[in-house]
């Protein structure tokens, strides 16, 4: 098998994944690394599957399964592999894959009882964690609302460590529209925020129903209006001297108290 260069056609258009218009139009996107393509594999959204000789060697189960299961699979050059690769060491193994998001509606037709809602993020690194953290608490969807990163992002891919393919992920421009919704299914809608109403370690009886945690914006945080449109207004103790948590750290947190909250009600 003759390895394909970076300047084979399909590998020039795999590369151009990279680009957000690119992905929208083609409804593509790459997942990078040993995780991402072994996810992607399982939920059978791959389209094709890129490889080095060395990733061959370090992942030949992987590679064959892939082509056992009629992927098609197409070794390239080192130096393609880089280019597919966002990485500083690519890892030589990229899949290029159907996009995951779905509408919101899809996810509402669920009955869903934990939902992870984030406004307004723009951080893929931020959007992968809180996907992998929703998936980890066992969540039933991430809705992405707001002018929100797109989870396709590279960035947001690798993240995720392969989460963005578990749980449903929705996207929604209109944040308004995300807060009606989820008021017309019944929804508890929850936000943090430093002068919270509610202590989380407090919050247990709200925790127990199907319920929908807001998150803000990195640097702004959640948006006045936003937040005044939840149903409860929750405050994170905090027992130690830090000022405050990251969005990552206090999302894990949220998402953990319901989980543990519901699961213990089953």
Not at 106 to 115: C, E, G, H, R, V
Not at 167 to 179: G, H
Not at 185 to 211: M, N, S, W
Not at 223 to 249: C, F, K, Q, W, Y
Request: aromatic share 2%; with cysteine; net charge negative.
């Amino acid at each position: 098998m003759e390895a394909l260069s970076e300047r084979n056609p399909r590998v020039v258009s795999a590369v151009k994944l990279h680009r957000a218009p690119v992905r929208r139009k083609s409804g593509l996107f790459l997942a990078e690394g040993a995780n991402s393509v072994e996810s992607a594999l399982e939920t059978g959204r791959v389209e094709e599957l890129f490889f080095s000789l060395k990733a061959a060697n370090r992942e030949h189960e992987l590679v064959a399964g892939a082509a056992a299961m009629g992927v098609r699979t197409t070794l390239v050059s080192e130096r393609a592999a880089e280019a597919l690769g966002e990485t500083v060491t690519p890892p030589g193994l990229v899949a290029v894959c159907r996009q995951v998001d779905v509408p919101l509606t899809d996810i509402l037709a669920t009955t869903p009882s934990l939902l992870a809602v984030p406004v307004g993020m723009s951080d893929p690194g931020n959007a992968g964690t809180l996907i992998r953290v929703a998936d980890a608490v066992g969540a039933n969807g991430v809705v992405l609302a707001g002018d929100s990163v797109d989870p396709h992002n590279g960035k947001c891919v690798r993240a995720s460590a392969g989460s963005v393919f578990h749980l449903p992920i929705a996207r929604e421009r209109d944040a308004d529209q995300v807060l009606t919704a989820l008021e017309s299914a019944g929804i508890t809608i929850l936000a943090t925020t430093a002068k919270g109403e509610v202590d989380l370690d407090e919050a247990d009886d709200i925790l127990r129903g199907p319920v929908a945690w807001l998150f803000g914006n990195e640097a702004h945080g959640l948006d006045r209006a936003v937040a005044d449109r939840a149903t409860h207004r929750l405050r994170i103790p905090i027992h130690g001297r830090a000022e405050s948590l990251n969005l990552a750290a206090a999302a894990s947190i949220c998402l953990y108290a319901s989980a543990r909250v519901q699961h213990a009600a089953r």
